[in-house]
Structures are given as structure tokens and as C-alpha cells.
Nanobody
Framework: QVQLVESGGGLVQAGGSLSLSCAAA????????MGWFRQIPGKEREHVAA????????YYADSVKGRFTISRDFDKNTVVLQMNSAKPEDTAVYSC??????????????????WGQGTQVTVSS
């Protein structure tokens, strides 16, 4: 069984930084591409960032480009989203996702087959 567990969410002031972490675990499980998405109640899930299986290719939504950085720790089977220069519009539930079938970074939620429960991020103005 595959499990993704996010941590690091919370409250941050506008202009501040926050780091989200997602640990992947499961028997005979090898996460390939991984990504972060966010969702506000009543709105569609939005892609934030993605990283390829080898970590050398990344993809960012225009709204976070230059402020957020995605990286992965292969030893810990973890993907990290570093959020800098946070804005109130970054407030959402952030979820990590992974796929066991795709190597390259993907921005569509349909490309991912495993999801975490999500962690709340609130940016105060």
C-alpha cells in the first residue's frame, strides 16, 4: 500500500517562508515523478510544482515561479516544496502526489495516481 504524508503546513505572514514536506512510503513502491497541488474550497485543484523522477527537471505554475522551489531527497523518499515570498493568494490546502508510471514532471492531476491527505497553508496579509 502506498502512502504519502505531508507535513509543514501552517500560518505564515505575507512575505515569509514555509517549507512543506511529503514522505512517500510503501512496499515495493518506487515513486517516479512527484508534484504539489493546491485547492481552495469551491475551486478546482491547481498545479503548483512538479519534479521528474531523477530530480533534474522541474515545472512550476506561473503564479509561483521564482518564489517556490521543489526538490526531492532520494534517501528519504521525500519531496519538499520551499515557499518563499508568500502571498495571501497562496492560502490553500496543499497536497503532494506521485505517479508510478511517469518519469517526467507533470502538471495535470490526472497524471498522478497517488495522493496525500493535504496540509493547510494560510498566508496572512
Amino acid at each position: 500500500q502506498v502512502q504519502l504524508v505531508e507535513s509543514g503546513g501552517g500560518l505564515v505572514q505575507a512575505g515569509g517562508s514555509l517549507s512543506l514536506s511529503c514522505a512517500a512510503a510503501g512496499r515495493s513502491f518506487t515513486p517516479l515523478a512527484m508534484g504539489w497541488f493546491r485547492q481552495i474550497p469551491g475551486k478546482e485543484r491547481e498545479h503548483v510544482a512538479a519534479i521528474s523522477w531523477h530530480g533534474s527537471n522541474t515545472y512550476y505554475a506561473d503564479s509561483v515561479k521564482g518564489r517556490f522551489t521543489i526538490s526531492r531527497d532520494f534517501d528519504k523518499n521525500t519531496v519538499v516544496l520551499q515557499m518563499n515570498s508568500a502571498k495571501p493568494e497562496d492560502t490553500a490546502v496543499y497536497s503532494c502526489a506521485t505517479t508510478t508510471t511517469t518519469l517526467n514532471a507533470r502538471s495535470k492531476s490526472r497524471d498522478y495516481n497517488y495522493w496525500g491527505q493535504g496540509t493547510q497553508v494560510t498566508v496572512s496579509s
